[in-house]
């Protein structure tokens, strides 16, 4: 027969792997989750270099375009590109894109709530 001893030895034998087991997972699991921080950091800090400069594209006039022959088809197709910039402090509505600005004039005149359709009606209306 096992001493009380022996068997209070033994179960803290067992706990202490479980602790080592779950301090390895751990440190695993720190050093997944500052790999995955560091990711997101550089997707963040890219979205809003890639937001500013959209901004400053929107505002950008051509100075002079020669007319083409025939249409040129882009080479690269961007998909997901946000053109309305985030809000912050001091923003307007010239930020907007001109389908934007547009909606943003129908409902500024707008005499109460509207649904989508009205908008979008109206907005056709005042071209």
Do not use: C, N
Request: glycine share 4%.
């Amino acid at each position: 027969m096992v001493s009380l001893i022996e068997e209070l030895e033994a179960r803290e034998a067992a706990a202490r792997v479980r602790v080592e087991e779950l301090e390895a997972e751990i440190a695993e699991l720190t050093a997944r989750l500052d790999r995955e921080r560091e990711a997101w950091s550089r997707l963040r800090v890219t979205r809003e270099t890639v937001a500013e400069v959209l901004v400053d594209l929107s505002g950008q006039v051509v100075a002079e375009t020669v007319p083409l022959q025939e249409p040129v088809k882009p080479e690269v197709r961007v998909v997901g590109a946000i053109m309305v910039p985030h809000w912050r402090e001091g923003l307007t509505a010239d930020v907007l894109p001109d389908v934007y600005r547009d909606i943003v004039e129908v409902v500024a005149d707008a005499s109460g709530p509207m649904q989508a359709k009205q908008m979008g009606a109206a907005r056709f209306e005042g071209s």
